[in-house]
C-alpha cells in the first residue's frame, strides 16, 4: 500500500503555484484538470502534463488538444 502523501502528491498541485503558472506560449490561464493530470490552456489547445505534482511547461512536450477537448477542459 502506497502511503498517503505519495498518493496525494501525485493529485494535488500547490494552489499558489497554479496562480502564478501561465500557459509558456500565449501567457494565459490555465485550467487544471486533475483527473486527466494536466493543465489545459484553451486559447493554444494545449495540454500540459502534471507528473508527480509538477508541472511540466515545455511546449514541445504539451499535447495537442481537439476542439472539443479544449471546450470541456
Known sequence: MMPRWTTCWSLCMDPKLLEIL?????????????????????PCRLAYAVKDGIPVMLADEARELSASEAGEA
Open 22 to 42: 501561465v500557459c509558456p506560449v500565449c501567457k494565459g490561464p490555465l485550467i487544471h484538470h486533475r483527473t486527466a493530470h494536466e493543465l489545459i490552456c484553451r
